[in-house]
Each structure stands twice: as structure tokens, then as C-alpha cells.
């Protein structure tokens, strides 16, 4: 570093032979076209005796005749080292050296730069880091609550993150358009609105969360669907792609349910209701993506004071049910309207329904209901007696589990004729109990 650039031309030159002893680094480099050797030096003197510690360094055209115990060949010029000089040398001499190549014509800064990395050795701190590839969980119940001639009001329930958080998303992207998705949900995605400033954050999973899309144009029918993204940038499917129209005929005010067994009642309110034919009641399992139409409920046309609705529903097994509403006005244009949740529970004791109608006809058909709680299926019959406790026949047999059950019967025997008009007794037979109706056939 005292020395340079100085130039191999086998002339002699006049030299700083200062080297610096441990802890220090000393380095020196050769360079020219053919490349580069740059070494880095550290000397310990501490347990070696009489001895001074210089830089080597001989360039004439005496070659290494330089008096010094070399090869002594006399060819060599620009020999470059470290020396020891003085008298009754001893001890022990610790010298670390360490020799890097590189291309030719490097410069004294890339040797400072070498000396300084050995000096300092680069740290390394190994820590183990999840990585997460999978994306939060779908939006399942995106839904328009409300609309107007600009804004359609959205809800749904905050998805959780994958299983190395269990906690929220990050965040939402909203994509609206005014062109149907078809098929193709991508092309579909490439070419829609999407929303990501002024949404809310994700909350808590299944917490309930809202937005009103604003700037919308008037009489049209939009295309929205809502995704979550986690922090490792995952995003979520698509929701299901909701349809709502800017103005639309009906202003709703109240939506829910009272669940009775597996008897699911609906009861809405509207504000105001403008050219409103009527409501579509759709209904879909949790485990299902698809939405089946269960019910139209006819609507009050224009009326300024709204007006009250109510619908029921049967539904066969437990399990938890959405429903939602379609309102339509009287063009045949109906909006996404509101989603409800309701849970259907397992009946808790088996129980055995007056048939409807009783009485009945005979040929005509009435129904018979029943619910069962076994867990695991289980064989169950179905026999019908007549007053003095003959038994007239096995209707109905098969295994079931836990469930809500309707069967119909049109008075016919297992033999094919029908029962005569009279009183009767039909009897479930689970495997636990006995459970006993009386039913009465009119003459046809």
C-alpha cells in the first residue's frame, strides 16, 4: 500500500519497506495483462527473537542476484516478499498468507478491498423461514344488499388465511365489470374494474364486512366478484360472480330466519318497492357452490310503503343452509339481493308426524314425516295396522341416519290394493322405540 503503482522494468527502485506485524493485514499485488496475483499477509513477531520484519522487494538486471539465499537464477525480475533481518534468529514465526488470481490490470483499490474482507470476514446468521403457497380461503357468500341509480352495496364474511396463520387476510381486491364472465373467469378478471384503495381490511375470520361500490352508471347490470390476498402476496379464487342492476325495483329493509326442526322460515321487509313482480328464493347447501331456486314469492308492484314477506322451507338432512334473495321488477330483470346463514340442527329424539292431509282420500296421496336422531344408519319400517291390531303390511323399509324424512303414501297395500276407507295406525319402528300415528282413509 506504501508503494505503487511501480513498474517490473528490471531497474532497481527505491522502496517504503514498511510492513505492519499482527494484528494487521499487509497485502501486495502483481498485475498486468496476463492477470493478477494479490496476497494478503499477517505476521506475528510475538514469539520470534532478533528479528526485524521488512518488505521484500528486488527489480534489476541482476536478476535474483541479489545476495539474499534464493534460487539464484538470475533471470527473475520484479521479485516481490517479506523479509527477516538480524542476527541469532529464533523462535517460533506464525505467518498467515493468503493468494487470490484475478484477471489482469486490477487496481490498488481492489486489493484494499480484498484486505479489508479478510480482515473482516462476511457474517452469516441462518434462520429458518416459512415459506406460504397457499392462498386464503375463498369468499363464499359475497352478496348486493342494496342498490341505487350509482352504488351497489356489497357484504360477505371475512375468509381466514392458510394454516401458517389461522389469523386474517391482508387484503381485498374488488373486480367489477358490465361484461358477463362466461366461461373464461380469467379473461374475465383481465379485462374488470378492480378495486383495491378504500376497502376494508380483512377482519377476523367470519366476521361480517361491507363496502358500497360507488361511480356506477344508471340501468345497468354489473359483474362483481372479491378476492383476499395474505402476506405472501397469495390470492384467493374468485368469489362466485354476483349480478346486481343499478336501480332496481325494491329498497329491502329486513332479511332472516327462524329455524323450527328442519322447518326454515323467511321473513323480509321492504322500504318501497317499484315495479316489483316478485322475489326468487334460492337456496344452496355449505358444501355446494351452486345456488338452487326453491320459491317465487310474488311482490306488491309499486307500493311506496313497501310491504311484509314471509316463506318456508323443508329441508331433509341437518347441516348449515344459505338462502338468498332475488328481487325482479316487472321487465324480467332480477338483482343479486341479500344472503342469510342458518344452521340446521340434528333432531335431538326421533319423533313421527301426523300425516297431512288426515284424512285422506283413498288413491290420493298423503304425506308422512319423520325425524331420526341415530348417528350411524340404522334399519327402520314402517307398518301400518287396522283397529283390532292386525298388521296389514311393511310400507316403507330401508337404513337411515340423522335426518329430517317425508315419504308419500296413496292408501295402497304391499299387495297392490287399496286400503278400505277406515281408521288406522301406522307405526316407525327405529332401532330404539316404536312411535305411533293414527291416520283415517275417506272413500274416494
Do not use: C
Not at 228 to 255: K, Y
Not at 333 to 339: C, D, E, V
Not at 376 to 386: C, D
Request: glycine residues 8%; hydrophobic residues 35%.
Amino acid at each position: 500500500p506504501n508503494n505503487g503503482p511501480v513498474t517490473v522494468d528490471a531497474q532497481q527502485d527505491t522502496i517504503d519497506k514498511t510492513i505492519l506485524v499482527h494484528p494487521q493485514l499487509n497485502w501486495d499485488m502483481v498485475t498486468g495483462d496476463l492477470g493478477s496475483i494479490i496476497k494478503i499477509i499477517r505476521i506475528n513477531l510475538d514469539s520470534l527473537n532478533n528479528a526485524t520484519a521488512s518488505l521484500y522487494y528486488h527489480d534489476a538486471t541482476s536478476g535474483t542476484a541479489d545476495g539474499t539465499p534464493d534460487t539464484g537464477d538470475g533471470v527473475s525480475f520484479g521479485d516481490v516478499g517479506l523479509q527477516l533481518s538480524g542476527t541469532d534468529i529464533n523462535g517460533l514465526f506464525p505467518i498467515f498468507i493468503e493468494s487470490v488470481f484475478l484477471p489482469g490490470r486490477q487496481t490498488p483499490e481492489t486489493a484494499a478491498l480484498l484486505r479489508d474482507q479478510v480482515d473482516q470476514p462476511l457474517q452469516k446468521a441462518i434462520r429458518m423461514q416459512a415459506f406460504d403457497a397457499i392462498p386464503p380461503a375463498a369468499i363464499a357468500d359475497l352478496s348486493i344488499t342494496e342498490s341505487t341509480d350509482f352504488t351497489l352495496s356489497l357484504e360477505w364474511t371475512a375468509p381466514g388465511d392458510d394454516s401458517l396463520s389461522n389469523g386474517p387476510a391482508v387484503s381485498y381486491t374488488l373486480y367489477y365489470s358490465t361484461m358477463a364472465p362466461g366461461d373464461n373467469l380469467e379473461n374475465w378478471r383481465q379485462y374488470a374494474t378492480a378495486v383495491t384503495e378504500g376497502l376494508p381490511t380483512p377482519a377476523e375470520p367470519g366476521t361480517q364486512q361491507a363496502y358500497t361500490l360507488e361511480g356506477l352508471e344508471a340501468g345497468k347490470a354489473y359483474y362483481i366478484a372479491l378476492t383476499a390476498t395474505d402476506d405472501f402476496g397469495n390470492e384467493s379464487p374468485l368469489t362466485t360472480i354476483v349480478q346486481a342492476n343499478t336501480t332496481v325495483p325494491v329498497q329491502l329493509v329486513a332479511f332472516r330466519a327462524e329455524v323450527d326442526g328442519n322447518q326454515v322460515s323467511l321473513f323480509w321487509q321492504t322500504a318501497s318497492e317499484i315495479n316489483n313482480a316478485g322475489f326468487f328464493v334460492d337456496r344452496r347447501a355449505e358444501s355446494s357452490e351452486k345456488w338452487q331456486q326453491v320459491a317465487y314469492v310474488k311482490g306488491n308492484g309499486t307500493n311506496e310503503n313497501g310491504g311484509r314477506y314471509e316463506w318456508s322451507d323443508r329441508v331433509q338432512q341437518p347441516g348449515v343452509y344459505f338462502y338468498r334473495l332475488r328481487p325482479m321488477d316487472a321487465d324480467g330483470r332480477s338483482a343479486g339481493g341479500p344472503q342469510i346463514r342458518v344452521n340446521v340442527t340434528v333432531p335431538r329424539v326421533a319423533r313421527l308426524y301426523p300425516n297431512y292431509p288426515n284424512p285422506f282420500r283413498q288413491g290420493q296421496p298423503t304425506v308422512i314425516q319423520y325425524d331420526l336422531p341415530a348417528p350411524t344408519p340404522e334399519p327402520i319400517t314402517l307398518r301400518l295396522f287396522n283397529v283390532l291390531g292386525q298388521e296389514l303390511g311393511v310400507l316403507y323399509r330401508d337404513r337411515q341416519s340423522a335426518g329430517y324424512y317425508q315419504w308419500q303414501w296413496d292408501g295402497r297395500l304391499p299387495n297392490g290394493q287399496l286400503a278400505a276407507p277406515g281408521i288406522y295406525f301406522l307405526i316407525l319402528e327405529t332401532g330404539h322405540q316404536q312411535l305411533i300415528r293414527k291416520l283415517a282413509i275417506l272413500p274416494f
